[in-house]
């Protein structure tokens, strides 16, 4: 999974929060906790400068905020990211994620749930900031035969919207990352203040993800020690063999949900893959991590559910590297024909990028 792969961005919230400031919310209900969590976490940011500014702030936080603004001038500088009040501010939430994505599929099936919200368009996740709320929509879906998976996200973009406001804040739930990952963090959230698809989370995230990868190299090879391109070098193999394995198991998956077997025999199979993929997982930890067990998590709950999530974040990324190519490796005319295709009805979108060669 991509470094923002635990941070489907939640447009979802802050439309939900749009509606709700614009009709009223008579109760908390799913707009109410959205307008509440997001101004909750919003009225926790400070400027980074009056961190770093303060004696009492801790060395190392002062020392990873004063990364993440070098980062936030590359962002600018070398990748044409929008240059905004965005990444310049941090809160300390006190909690392990930003909010708590629930997303469901049929037990015979990739496709994700769906919810649609003004403006926003359709999503197939819906994020809660509170766990116990997400939880408990997840046991709902979960009673009506769907499969489901609940997981924390560091962090969210609102897409542009709160840089009024201050800008989306530096989290303490990112912030102490790994070099590489955070740096790709921070450009795959300003991404999407670049370019958004209504309706179509795989082109939002895909295109995210590639100036992630894109610009998480770029900075690993032109800003980072060698420590920390070695640490980098190491991640990067780590999701490569780990994006092979998961994306050959929903070919797999895919393969046997539109074959002709019954419903029986499809359970029974997709049970042999499923014990397939756990014990290849086992394989690769053990001869070519080392026993690194940072994706344990993930194949614990590996399902329907969580393979559509993924498969989100990737699988338009070689077109989007394909695009970046022709465009000459030049972020601006880049940006330029996603914005024109991010404009386009989604079945012309699609047939575009993926005729790029």
Partial sequence: ????????????????????????????????QAVQGHLDLMNRARPVDDWLAEAETPVPLRERLALTQRMRDFAIAELMLPDNPSYRTYANLQRSAAVWNVVAAPELSLALKTWCFP?????????????????????????QGLEVSVYGVPAYSTLGWSNLIGGDPLLNTFVDWPEGDLARLIFHELAHQVAYASDDTTFNESFATTVERLGGQRWLNKRASAAARAEGERLDQRRADFQVLTQRQRVRLSALYSSPLDDAAKRVRKAELMAQLRSDYEVIKRERWGGFSGYDAYMARANNASFGVQAAYNELVPAFERLFEREQHDFKRFYAEVRRLAALPLAERRTLLEAIR
């Avoid at 439309?15 to 400031?21: D, G, H, N, R, T």
């Avoid at 009709?23 to 707009?31: D, H, K, N, T």
């Avoid at 368009?121 to 979960?142: N, P, T």
Wanted: charge should be negative; hydrophobic fraction near 45%.
């Fill in 1 to 32: 999974m991509s470094v923002a792969g635990s941070g489907l961005i939640a447009g979802a919230l802050l439309s939900a929060a749009a509606v709700c400031l614009g009709s009223g919310c008579s109760s908390m209900g799913y707009y109410g």
């Fill in 119 to 143: 403006m926003m368009g359709c999503v197939g996740y819906r994020g809660y900031f509170d766990r116990a709320e997400a939880d408990a929509l997840g046991a709902e879906l979960k009673a």
